[in-house]
């Protein structure tokens, strides 16, 4: 039994080491971020852009570990592995943010293979060895795809609101954080209905985890999704 495990050590081991070694020097992700966005016609969000609630929003959304983990949520991760080895499936993704990141930037956000969720483990401890929590969520926020052919939350929340993002309401960032899981299902301009339900969602989420009061979840879940 011992050396099983020895034997299971070593191999696992030599595939962290080999796979750090293949994988790109992220080091150079925020210019790769600044020249996608500028391919888009947008530009990156700057430190103290985010605002606070859309941080939240997708935090509680997304990642509810993201500021206590490295990059990778082993638990959730091993969680959403079991689940899909049980039913025969990939019905749960359990990526961070970071992770999530590192596909898009690096990974093109196509490979969904054992080997490419591997190839986002190792990317997601590398950009967490040298950006901070806060680079990250910018990073995400200034390139993520939110539907409408929209990159980046700047954008939608022109296209969407009409207005830039410092100016948008609790509600409006809410439903701008719960875009990512599915972004051309969730369009408020084409799917309203779909849209207000993960707004609600995410609002009820940001409650339970403490970031905003019911009463203040209530007040947002009563605003129009769009302007009128």
Known sequence: MRWLLASVALIATCLYAVTWIA????????????KL???????????????RYLADALVATEDSSFYHDHGVNVEGLLRSAGY????????????????????????????????????????????????????????????????????????????????????????????LAGLPQSPSLLDPMTHPAAARARREDVLELMQQDGYISPSQAHQAERQPLLPE
């Open 23 to 34: 994988t790109p020097n992220t080091r150079d992700l925020l210019i790769r971020v600044a």
């Open 37 to 51: 966005d500028a391919a888009h016609h947008t530009v990156p969000l700057r430190p103290g852009e985010v605002p």
């Open 84 to 175: 899909d080895l049980i039913h025969l499936c990939e019905c749960q993704g359990g990526s961070t943010i970071t992770e999530e990141l590192a596909d898009n930037i690096y990974m093109g956000g196509t490979d969904h293979s054992i080997w490419g969720r591997w190839w986002d483990i190792i990317l997601a401890l590398k950009i967490e060895d040298h950006l901070s929590k806060t680079q990250v969520l910018d990073a995400f926020l200034s390139e993520v795809r939110l539907g409408n052919g929209t990159v980046g939350a700047e954008q939608a929340s022109v296209v969407y609101f009409h207005q830039q993002l410092r100016q948008d309401t609790l509600a409006q960032l809410a439903l």
